[in-house]
């Protein structure tokens, strides 16, 4: 699931800690409680305008 198009991982302002999402059902898959990134898994861009 991890190599999944579907899922990415965002920074969560409040905390500093990263957060999996699906994309397709548009929910938070997990969240990390370690620092720094998940590895193997893209990291969303914010969309422009």
Same mark, same amino acid.
């Given at each position: 699931? +991890? #190599?999944? /198009? !579907?899922?990415? /991982?965002?920074? !969560? $302002?409040?905390?500093? *800690?990263?957060? &999996?999402? !699906?994309? +397709?059902?548009? #929910?938070?898959? +997990? *969240?990390?409680?370690?620092?720094? $990134?998940?590895?193997?898994? $893209?990291? +969303? #861009?914010? &969309?422009?305008?």
């Amino acid at each position: 699931m +991890a #190599k999944s /198009q !579907n899922v990415v /991982q965002v920074k !969560n $302002p409040r905390s500093g *800690h990263y957060v &999996k999402i !699906n994309r +397709a059902q548009g #929910k938070i898959v +997990a *969240h990390k409680t370690s620092p720094g $990134p998940y590895k193997g898994i $893209p990291v +969303a #861009k914010k &969309k422009s305008k």
